[in-house]
């Protein structure tokens, strides 16, 4: 009901620049929060960025002061701007949303593919 696809991704160099971006679509009626996890081998999914409806943020203590998340309303789109990277900022990038599709009565967690952000010499 809810699709996320995430862009953006790829190989950068210690202390360079990458932005994704993640767009919902599909039978959408409500975007509660948008947000980015990532996984790196071997560990758990965490937590990066969120932003909220009204446009509060949260950021993971790793990040904070390099990353920033935005969103665009009318685009359904959420972005990671990632400064500073680091090589332990090597992981799968994972767009999450949390919405509410036309028709259900409740907000659902939905998950984009995933986006490989390599941070390498």
């Known amino acids: 009901q809810v699709q996320l696809v995430e862009s953006g991704g790829g190989l950068v160099q210690p202390g360079g620049s990458l932005r994704l971006s993640c767009a919902a679509s599909?039978?959408?009626?409500?975007?509660?929060?948008m947000g980015w996890y990532r996984q790196a081998p071997g560990k758990q999914r965490e937590l990066v960025a969120v932003?909220?409806?009204?446009?509060?943020?949260t950021y993971a203590d790793s990040v904070k002061g390099r990353f920033a998340i935005s969103k665009d309303n009318a685009k359904n789109t959420v972005y990671l701007q990632m400064n500073s990277l680091k090589p332990e900022d090597t992981a799968v990038y994972y767009c999450?949303?949390?919405?509410?599709?036309?028709?259900?009565?409740?907000?659902?967690?939905?998950w984009g593919q995933g986006t490989q952000v390599t941070v390498s010499s």
């Open positions: 999450n949303a949390a919405a509410q599709a036309m028709g259900s009565r409740y907000s659902y967690d939905y």
């Open positions: 599909g039978r959408l009626f409500r975007i509660n929060a």
């Open positions: 932003i909220t409806s009204g446009g509060s943020t």
